[in-house]
């Protein structure tokens, strides 16, 4: 995951999977990282993470597209 660049971070699963869907719509390559504590749930976050060339360009859909 060195190649690979945060972008956004929320405690919501929901969240991260639409920010990720709009990016894949755009062409931009997305995961997300589950880095949630296993057994409760309570502590941790969802990463949407891009590759790096891409980080500039995802982060102003999200910033200019996307609203909660």
Do not use: C, P
Request: hydrophobic content about 45%; aromatic content about 8%.
């Amino acid at each position: 995951m060195a190649s690979w660049q945060r972008v956004y971070v929320t405690g919501s699963q929901i969240r991260a999977e639409i920010i990720k869907g709009v990016l894949l719509e755009r062409g931009i390559t997305t995961v997300v990282l589950n880095k949630k504590e296993s057994v409760y749930q309570i502590h941790g976050n969802y990463e949407v993470m891009t590759a790096a060339d891409d980080v500039v360009r995802a982060l102003q859909i999200i910033e200019d597209e996307i609203t909660f």
